[in-house]
Nanobody
Framework: QLQLVESGGGLVQPGGSLRLSCAAS????????IGWFRQAPGKEREGVSC????????YYADSVKGRFTISRDNAKNTVYLQMNSLKPEDTAVYYC???????????????????WGQGTQVTVSS
């Protein structure tokens, strides 16, 4: 059974850091495109950062460039999202997802992904 399980969310003050983890079971992550997405109340789910399955290139949303870093540990079958300099507008439920071969122009589109975790809440507040 294919499964993704996120962890690492929580409450953090503005300017703080969190590292999210996404552990995969039932399949090997390095054969898939991997992405982190988030959804705030009343907003659509958006792509935050993704890794292409074809060449390993990474994508970041403009709002997180320079602050967030996506990485993958194939030995642990786990993908991470390091989030630094967090802002209140980063507050959302964060999801990881895996997909197959995805065109570069759609590598971080939520509709491109087949397998989703349950999500982890990130709240940035003083």
């Amino acid at each position: 059974q294919l499964q993704l399980v996120e962890s690492g969310g929580g409450l953090v003050q503005p300017g703080g850091s969190l590292r999210l983890s996404c552990a995969a079971s039932g399949f090997t992550l390095d054969y898939y495109a991997i992405g982190w997405f988030r959804q705030a109340p009343g907003k659509e789910r958006e792509g935050v950062s993704c890794i292409s399955s074809s060449d390993g290139s990474t994508y970041y949303a403009d709002s997180v460039k320079g602050r967030f870093t996506i990485s993958r540990d194939n030995a642990k079958n786990t993908v991470y999202l390091q989030m630094n300099s967090l802002k209140p507008e980063d507050t959302a439920v964060y999801y990881c997802a895996a997909g197959g071969i995805i065109p570069v122009q759609a590598v971080c589109a939520p509709t491109s992904y087949n397998y989703w975790g349950q999500g982890t809440q990130v709240t940035v507040s003083s």
